[in-house]
C-alpha cells in the first residue's frame, strides 16, 4: 500500500515524499535533469482523492514532437510509480523553466509550491528560493478559496515581474 495512513486515516504526507524522492532518483535518462512535486501532496494537503503531480525538467528533447516527448516521460513515470493510484505529469525544458517568457499561473503555483525530488543541476533550490522572494516582493498574493488557490495582482490588471 502506497498511502501510509494512521489510526486517524490522515495520508502521510511526508512519507509519500520520501518514497516519491527514492523512486524517481531511479530515472536513468541523462536528459531528464529534476522532478518537482507541485500540487497538494507538495504543500502537504492531500486526501484519499489527491493525486500526485509531478513536473518533469529536461535538457535535448524539444526536438523530439510533443506528444511523443510527453508520452515516454510519462511511461518512464509509470514503471516507477505503479503502486500510485493517480499521478499527472507534466515536462518542460530546463532552460524555458529558469528563463520563461510569461509565467502562467500554473507555472506560479509551481514556483510557490514546488518540492525538488530531484535535481542534477544543482540550482533549483537556490532558484526556487530568488522567485519564491521575486514573488513576495512584487506584491503578489495567493489566496485559497476550498481546494484551489488563485493569485491577486498588486494593481488589477497591472504587469508584475517575477523573473
Same mark, same amino acid.
Given at each position: 500500500?502506497?498511502w501510509a &495512513?494512521?489510526?486517524?486515516?490522515?495520508l502521510? /504526507?511526508?512519507?509519500v515524499? !520520501?518514497d516519491l524522492?527514492g523512486?524517481?532518483?531511479?530515472?536513468i !535518462? +541523462?536528459?531528464y535533469?529534476a522532478v518537482?512535486?507541485f500540487g497538494?501532496?507538495?504543500? /502537504? +494537503? #492531500? !486526501?484519499?482523492?489527491?493525486?500526485?503531480?509531478?513536473?518533469?525538467?529536461h535538457?535535448?528533447l !524539444?526536438?523530439?514532437?510533443?506528444?511523443?516527448?510527453s *508520452?515516454? &516521460?510519462y511511461? #518512464? &513515470? %509509470?514503471?516507477?510509480?505503479?503502486?500510485?493510484?493517480?499521478? %499527472?505529469? @507534466?515536462?518542460?525544458?530546463?532552460e524555458e523553466?529558469?528563463?520563461p517568457?510569461i509565467?502562467?499561473?500554473?507555472?506560479l503555483?509551481?514556483?510557490?509550491d #514546488?518540492?525538488?525530488?530531484?535535481?542534477?543541476?544543482? &540550482?533549483l533550490r537556490?532558484? @526556487?528560493a530568488h522567485?519564491r $522572494?521575486?514573488i513576495v516582493e512584487s506584491?503578489? $498574493?495567493?489566496? $485559497?478559496?476550498g $481546494?484551489?488557490?488563485?493569485?491577486?495582482?498588486? *494593481?488589477?490588471?497591472?504587469e508584475?515581474?517575477?523573473?
Amino acid at each position: 500500500m502506497v498511502w501510509a &495512513i494512521d489510526v486517524n486515516m490522515s495520508l502521510d /504526507c511526508n512519507s509519500v515524499i !520520501n518514497d516519491l524522492r527514492g523512486r524517481l532518483s531511479r530515472l536513468i !535518462n +541523462e536528459n531528464y535533469v529534476a522532478v518537482l512535486l507541485f500540487g497538494s501532496w507538495a504543500r /502537504c +494537503e #492531500a !486526501n484519499e482523492r489527491s493525486d500526485v503531480d509531478i513536473l518533469i525538467l529536461h535538457r535535448g528533447l !524539444n526536438k523530439i514532437n510533443k506528444l511523443k516527448r510527453s *508520452k515516454a &516521460i510519462y511511461l #518512464a &513515470i %509509470t514503471a516507477l510509480l505503479k503502486d500510485y493510484p493517480e499521478f %499527472t505529469v @507534466l515536462d518542460m525544458d530546463f532552460e524555458e523553466f529558469i528563463n520563461p517568457g510569461i509565467i502562467r499561473p500554473l507555472l506560479l503555483n509551481i514556483y510557490w509550491d #514546488a518540492l525538488i525530488l530531484l535535481d542534477r543541476s544543482g &540550482i533549483l533550490r537556490d532558484f @526556487l528560493a530568488h522567485v519564491r $522572494r521575486r514573488i513576495v516582493e512584487s506584491g503578489l $498574493r495567493r489566496v $485559497r478559496d476550498g $481546494r484551489a488557490y488563485y493569485w491577486i495582482l498588486p *494593481k488589477p490588471m497591472a504587469e508584475v515581474r517575477v523573473l
